[in-house]
């Protein structure tokens, strides 16, 4: 059995008029956000700072402010919804050959077997596993999945880093968008709150019966669609802020990233947290002046980590690593989206390591040397291992 170009074939139900429906109504949540923000716009700036606020200076207060949120509301929703998501490096696709080889193997060890050679003839870092100590293969995709990395079915292919596909950015959350999808909920909320705050004392005249003026109700609706988005957005915030914290996914909430720890494989929920600064400066980078901007914020090498003050574990060692490529990454993060450090290595299984380091070694010959001095600089006094294989 032979496919084209390493491809198994992708059957859809859907072709035609039926595809292109489909596509059209994935835009329709987004549509519905922004025709909510273009209503306030037109509530909160027209109907009650040009037709209701009296005074002067609160006037220019109350539209200075609400612009500079609007911007950096817009961009951050922006920047999620058109970032492209991460995907797999061509590294990790079976070629023809492979992918015969495994789809005519008759048993799941001749298949296992087929999958653990290719993994070890390409050097892939890949270190978790499914929970019967299988790698992560994707059917549809025909490629090893990366660490972290999950098949978007909306989407319809492997996302480096996949926290979930949000249907009000029509787009994947995940490796590549994560930062400006944090910002976004941050300035949404935000933006609800402040049009909340600066409406209420028109609220208490309306419900005194107090204010008689043409756009009453605009100012009243405006208020509460405030308030009820307020509400949604700082559960949904506050939950990603801990996420965050944690080095979690939301994927990987519910369903713990499997690792190897003497000689068995187990679940661990902080497999990759490396404490609380540092799981905020991967995915927020080493730049500290566009921490809260919508732009790429990462001084690395693209797959180091900085790292400071992480205690090592007894059963654990810390080391450095050289830098290797990074697969087109947007650099919004720190990393690659293919590997990630993990909090310590375990004695038995250190010898993992020579696979990830020689792989790092094969496409270290694509950097230039001057692309390596001008990067290494940026980082912070001690880099984790970025290919470490169990957890705590």
């Not at 402010?65 to 929703?77: G, K, P």
């Not at 540092?278 to 980590?305: C, H, K, M, T």
């Amino acid at each position: 059995m032979s496919t084209t170009a390493g491809m198994a074939p992708r059957f859809s139900i859907m072709s035609g008029p039926c595809k292109i429906c489909f596509k059209a109504a994935k835009w329709l949540p987004v549509l519905f956000i922004v025709s909510v923000v273009v209503w306030s716009y037109y509530a909160y700036v027209i109907q009650l700072n040009l037709l209701t606020v009296e005074s002067i200076i609160e006037k220019c207060f109350y539209l200075l402010l609400y612009h500079f949120l609007l911007v950096l509301f817009l961009w951050a929703y922006w920047q999620t919804i058109f970032t492209d998501i991460g995907r797999v490096p061509k590294q990790f696709r079976l070629p023809p050959a492979e992918l015969d080889r495994y789809e005519s193997a008759e048993t799941d060890e001749a298949r296992r077997a087929v999958l653990e050679g290719f993994t070890q003839k390409q050097n892939l870092p890949v270190y978790n596993r499914t929970m019967t100590g299988d790698i992560r293969y994707c059917e549809k995709c025909v490629q090893i999945k990366p660490d972290r990395c999950h098949h978007c079915s909306v989407c319809g292919e492997c996302v480096l880093k996949l926290d979930h596909h949000c249907p009000w950015v029509n787009n994947c959350v995940a490796f590549s968008n994560y930062k400006f999808f944090i910002l976004f909920l941050g300035y949404a909320l935000v933006y609800c709150l402040f049009i909340a705050a600066t409406t209420l004392q028109y609220f208490i005249k309306f419900w005194k019966n107090q204010l008689e003026v043409p756009g009453k109700f605009h100012i009243l609706f405006v208020f509460f669609v405030s308030i009820m988005f307020a509400i949604s957005l700082v559960s949904l915030f506050g939950y990603h802020i801990f996420l965050v914290v944690k080095n979690r996914s939301t994927l990987e909430s519910f369903r713990a990233p499997i690792f190897q720890l003497r000689n068995t494989w187990v679940q661990d929920k902080d497999g990759f947290s490396l404490g609380a600064y540092n799981n905020f400066i991967e995915v927020f980078g080493d730049n500290r002046s566009l921490w809260f901007l919508p732009l790429a914020s990462s001084l690395g090498d693209g797959v180091s980590y900085p790292v400071r003050g992480q205690p090592t574990p007894p059963s654990a060692t810390t080391t450095t690593t050289t830098p290797v490529q990074s697969y087109g990454s947007t650099q919004t993060s720190l990393g690659d989206g293919v590997t990630y450090p993990q909090r310590c290595v375990d004695e038995d299984t250190d010898d993992l390591l020579g696979a990830r380091q020689r792989w790092a070694e094969d496409e270290e010959n694509e950097l230039t040397a001057g692309y390596i001095n001008n990067h290494t600089h940026a980082l912070e006094e001690v880099v984790l291992q970025a290919n470490h294989t169990n957890p705590v």
